[in-house]
């Protein structure tokens, strides 16, 4: 049973979160949690609590739905980093003018999935 949770409106750059991003897709949840807990990038703090929520969405569907349970067989399947909107900001120069300066947003979305068992493996 696959969740998904999503952080919108991000103070991160999509750039810099997606280098984080591809840190993680495909790799054991819990393993990912683990990677983005000493990334030294910025970004890895809102992809980490995304994660987690993912995983804690995953735990509450299936309690609701009275299944087993079991963090370790959790996957992230999908992970991918959306623009969000830009802040327009001006900041003075010389000379009386003035540049733009662009704050932009980003939305992170994570879905975990339990991992697909191969068949007639032994």
Do not use: C, W
Not at 4 to 30: C, M, S
Not at 54 to 81: H, I, Q
Not at 91 to 118: C, D, F, M, N, Y
């Amino acid at each position: 049973m696959e969740a998904k949770a999503q952080a919108r409106f991000v103070r991160v750059t999509p750039q810099k979160a997606r280098r984080v991003v591809d840190l993680i897709r495909g790799k054991q949840a819990v393993e990912a949690v683990a990677v983005l807990k000493f990334a030294p990038q910025a970004a890895s703090e809102p992809v980490r609590k995304v994660v987690e929520s993912a995983v804690a969405n995953a735990r509450v569907k299936a309690d609701r739905a009275s299944e087993r349970f079991d963090e370790t067989e959790y996957v992230v399947s999908e992970v991918y980093v959306d623009e969000g909107p830009t802040l327009k900001r001006f900041r003075p120069r010389a000379q009386g003018r003035a540049s733009q300066i662009l704050k932009r947003t980003s939305h992170i979305t994570v879905v975990v999935a339990p991992r697909e068992q191969k068949e007639g493996a032994r």
